[in-house]
Each structure stands twice: as C-alpha cells, then as structure tokens.
C-alpha cells in the first residue's frame, strides 16, 4: 500500500504536521510547504494525496486566509481535527531550564505562554514560525535559549523538552480541515455525525442573512459555525461561510440547501464529512 | 485649547498614525504604542484623550484581537474612518529604483503589493512592521534596499516615496475606530447617517441565532457588519458582534435591542457613533 503523502503549512515538526500525523491513518508521509497556496497547489497537482490546514482556533479565532484559498480552488474538504495545542518549551540537550534567558517563538504562541513566561523571567523574541524558532535554536547552538514549539518539533530537531506544557490555558484546541482532490462519499445512517460547509453570498439588502440562517432554523439544523469574509474589489459585500450539522445526501439537508439557493447569488459547498467529536465535548 | 493626544498601536508613521491625523480635527497629537493592549490601558488611564485601532480591512477582513479587547475594557466607539491604504515604495535619498534589490516589509503588505513587486524583480523579506522597516532602512542606510510603508512613514523618517501606490487592488480600505472613555452623544434626526456596534451571546441553540438577527429584520434595520467570535475557555461558544444603521437613542433602534436582550445570555452596546461614507460608496 503507497503511504499517504499530506502537504502542510510551515517546516517539519510544526503544528500542522501533528495534526496529520495524529489524523491521517498508517502509513502516511508529510510534506512542508512554504504557504497555504503551496498546499493547495500540491494536492490540485496530484503531487500529494491529501492537504491539512488549520482553520480555527479555540483562542484566536479563524485563520481567514485558508477560508479565501478554499474558495478559489477546486478542492473538497473531507475531515476535520480538534489538535491540543501542546506548547513545549524546548532547548538544546543538557540545557537547564535556570540557564534559559530569552524564549523564541511566534508572537501567537508567545500571547499564549505569556503568564507562564512571565513567571520564568524570560526575555521573549518573535520568529516567523514556532517549528521554525525550534530549527533556529539547533542550528545557532544557543545555550542560553529556548524555543516555544510542538512535541513533534523536539524530535524532528533532537531537542529535549524542558517544560511539556507552557500554555497558559488548556483550553487551546485548533481545528484542522483535510483536503482532497475528490469529495468523501458514503451511505450513512446518522446526519448528527457529519458536518456540511459552505460558502455563499447575498443581495446587500436588509433581513437577508436573516432570510438565509431561516433555511437552518425552520428545519431544526444545527450551525455550528458562521464566518463573514468581505468580497476583494467589492467592498463591503461579504461572503458567509457556514458550518452546519448534517450530511448533504441527507433530504432535510439537501432540502435547505435547495431552499437557500432560490435567494444566494453565489453557492457552493465546500465539503461533507464525518464529525470530530473532541474529548472536552 | 488643548490638543488631543491619541493613542495608536505601532510606530511613528505607521497607517493608524496617519488614520489618526485624517481623522481627529486639528490641534491633535500622538502616541505610538507597542500593543492595541496599551492603546487601551493609555485612554482608560486618562493619559491620552482616544485611541485609534483598525477592526477591519477590505481585503484581509477583521482585526479580531481588537474585537476582544473592547470586549474586556470600557472604552467607548465614538466614530468611525476609512483609510484608502496606500502603500509606497521608500528608500533613501538618492536611490533610483532600479538600485532597489530586496523590499522590506510587514508580511500583508507585501501580499497586497505580490504583482507589482514581481514585476520589479525584487527580494522580499518580511519584517515586524511597515513603519518599522522604513526606520529600518533609513538607520542601516542601505541603498539597495526599499521599505513598503506609509506617506506619512516617509516624512518621519525622512525617506523618499520612489512610487507611491504599489498596492495590487486600489479597493484596499481600513476601517478605523474611535475610541473614547465617555461615549458619543447628541440629539439627531437622522439614524440613516449612524451606526451602532454591539456584542452578545445567545444559548447554544439551533435556531438562536436567527431570532437574534430576526428582531432586527422585522424592523428593516440594516446590520452593516456581523462577527462571531470563539468565547475563550468555553469553545465552542460564541461572542457575535453586529454593526446596525441606526442611533440607540432613536426608537426603532431602542426597541430592537431591548428585544434582543430577551434571548441574549450577554448584551452590551460598544458604541453608537456618526457614520464614515466612504467615497466609492
């Protein structure tokens, strides 16, 4: 069986790379990309099987740029992650944790340490990228410094974890979306544990989003995420992209989206997939 | 008459800097600060008379970290600005175009600029900030090097503007607000020329949403802008934040929210301040 080759965002041992290898089943292979785009570009190429981006951030928000890139390229969302953000601190073999003074990282993970790192006393330095901060220590020798990144960074750059959770709330989950070139497709018994997204835009008038959101309430599905994106060159239209709960072959969910399209002036679905349920639910 | 002295998160030059100058009337003076954090603590201390922060960009979207810190601080919108962002291209004295081999710059920037800087065959190379990698280049006095900042950069750190609009999309506008410890008031007669910002929470319910949205459809108020944000510590749970057309002191405005606030677990208006029409409007 060929493994699984999965494009990601970031150098080895980022965030992005746990999440496939912790999402993806045996035996898969991951490649770093330089951008989104990249993924996106690998996997419309056939140069890899799959792509993993994250989405959403229990604490940060959307990660909107990934919403754009979905729209303007032909790929089908087919599963989504929950990944524990899991900030290590990592250092150099035989480094103590009293010899660390200045921590590198990216500025989000070093927002989400900052008690923590405020209680060791460090200094702190922004990186482009967490594995990144990981790569740099390794390579720059520094005795004196740690780096804020992912388990999976340790090994990739033969560090040793000074402290497994910097984080300072445990709270801190990012969803991850996998993408294909062809849609997931199955019979299925329960609509509960799918999830549909999609994305459309609507005349600029008053009460329309409320006209749309009516499709979902007036047949009890649940929406589990609403997003608006302005549309680039027609400012302020927006595009919504919605999460609801069920399975597009499903009829109350076939029957909402007929019905949402007698009013959007652009549709399109952007994945049907199985549910991840998270431990914390 | 004292001169206003206004809060902004970044360096001299900086795009808030100069949102701030368009916007406040004359005499008015500013402060840069490190983090949006500061730009709030300097006005609730009564150390500066406002603050000025970006929510939103036609291209990018929202600005989500400010939309949670007006959550946590009890600050005020008192109005609202446009700012056509227009990114030049600086370098020192002297420096004719083609000597220019790498651009310096915040990474969205030189996003914005992608078509226009490859058409120049430049490097690129990706700094903290736009008003920052100006004074950079004027305290390295590196000739081969250009910044991508502001008009206003150039005049600060006293660099020359080689073009002046090299962004890709002329629709690139940021959406400032103003913001103040005591909120805007005054007697009007027309909502049309107001807005209203509010956040709230609903019931993780289906459906809820759609009743919240309902009791402004039935009174043909215009939402101007609708974000949901995670509620952290509780995901997936979310904060909406919704801009209306429309005065709180006007009836019609009342009323709405007074119906809201039958189905909302959290209410609390952020704002209700004179309307910004933006020229391509």
């Not at 979902?216 to 997003?227: G, Q, V």
Request: proline letters at 5%.
């Amino acid at each position: 069986m060929n493994p699984l080759l999965i494009a990601f965002q970031g150098e080895a041992g980022a965030y992005s790379e746990l999440a496939a290898l912790e999402y993806f089943p045996e035996p898969v292979q991951t490649l770093p990309c330089r951008s989104f785009d990249e993924v996106f570009e690998r996997v419309l190429h056939q140069e890899c099987s799959h792509g993993i981006i994250p989405i959403e951030n229990s604490l940060a928000g959307s990660i909107h740029r990934n919403y754009d890139l979905m729209l303007h390229h032909e790929l089908h969302i087919v599963g989504e992650y929950y990944l524990r953000v899991n900030h290590c601190l990592l250092a150099l073999p035989g480094v103590k944790l009293e010899d660390v003074r200045i921590v590198h990282s990216h500025p989000q993970a070093l927002a989400q340490c900052e008690q923590n790192l405020n209680r060791l006393g460090v200094e702190i330095a922004s990186e482009y990228d967490t594995a990144g901060s990981a790569r740099l220590l390794r390579d720059r020798a520094d005795r004196r410094a740690a780096a804020l990144a992912s388990r999976r960074a340790a090994e990739v750059y033969g560090l040793q974890i000074l402290v497994d959770a910097m984080e300072d709330n445990r709270q801190n989950f990012t969803r991850f979306l996998a993408l294909s070139r062809t849609p997931f497709s199955r019979q299925t018994s329960d609509e509960r544990e799918f999830k549909t997204s999609i994305v459309f835009s609507l005349d600029n008038k008053p009460g329309a989003l409320f006209k749309a959101l009516g499709v979902f309430a007036l047949r009890d599905i649940d929406l589990t995420k609403i997003e608006s994106r302005p549309i680039p060159g027609s400012p302020w239209d927006y595009m919504f992209y919605i999460d609801f709960a069920g399975y597009i072959a499903e009829t109350n969910s076939r029957r909402a989206l007929d019905n949402l399209q007698e009013i959007t002036t652009f549709f399109r679905v952007l994945g049907s997939y199985p549910r991840h349920r998270m431990k914390f639910e």
